[in-house]
């Protein structure tokens, strides 16, 4: 299936699901077998309104507090805001939000990977670790965002986009990445590894996995390297140009493919450098220890 055709049946989603307004008790899934039927309440911000669980309320509070503490680092790396309000689903578990027909999908059609989203509506559900549910929050909010940047707030706007943009899965997955989940020496270790045996040499046989994993990399080497106003840069020239080749050439001064080759052999310069120094290290170690072995030493006793 073509992007074209996937954002369209995205958009169809989007026109023929009913808009969820505030209730405290409603049956979801008009067409999906339902195991319980869900009794809500909600909370409200300024910018949110989250649904819980009657009885989940410290869950659905947590919830709405960390997307507002969020969302102005979002507006601040994207120079990017929207003007309607998110609704935020809350689940206690991923089998409860499974059951649900609102925001189905298949992961292909959707930008934000595994994080279920429609329109403006955020699915998110309680592994029983807040920072991980944090990371839901933070993935989902950037993927409307980037969303609605990319392909505009209106009908039209999305139906032209959709029909004219066509982005490579690394750079908006990428990005939704970069954006949810700050880089760590966990992450920058990985890239070490793929770097240095190859794998990540030839981006167009990458798993979706690694594709991502890259993408998410090299925003933040665009990041380090560029300034943070080349991310927003780069997507609204990208937008307005309706070309991902036109946006690097006006924000990076070079093409796609030459921009990629450079973040490549930064990596790999820095990489190798940093294994080098290692490895003498470890050779000096060992040189020590193999002298320090053959030595004799003598105490004195009075």
Known sequence: MTKSLQLLLLISLFICTASIKGVSQEEFGQNRVQYHDF????????????????????IGKFVIQIAEDNLEKIVEILDFRIETTIDIMVYTDITDA???????????????????????????????????????????????FINKMLFGVNFQEVLQNAV?????????????????????????????????????????????????????AFWHYLEMTYGESAVPNLLYLTRINRSLESGFLFVLGSSVNEALKEWYDFNLARYAEERDSKDILRKKYTLDSRINKKKIYYQLRL
Do not use: C
């Not at 009794?39 to 410290?58: A, L």
């Not at 994080?115 to 559900?125: A, E, G, P, Q, S």
């Open 39 to 58: 009794e809500w309440s909600y909370f409200e911000s300024e910018h949110f309104n989250t649904y819980y669980y009657i009885g989940n309320q410290d």
């Open 164 to 216: 004219l943009l066509n982005l490579p899965s690394w750079f908006v997955d990428g990005l939704i990445d970069y954006i949810g989940k700050p880089w760590s020496v966990e992450l920058d270790n990985r890239l070490a590894e793929g770097i240095l045996n190859g794998k990540f040499k030839k981006i167009k046989k990458l798993e979706a996995k690694d594709a991502r994993f890259m993408g998410h």
């Open 98 to 144: 499974n059951q649900t027909n609102i925001g189905i999908y298949r992961p292909e059609t959707n930008i934000g990977g595994k994080t279920k989203i429609l329109d403006n509506k955020l699915f998110v559900y309680f592994t029983g670790d807040h920072r991980e549910l944090e990371e839901q929050v933070r993935r989902g909010i950037a993927t409307i």
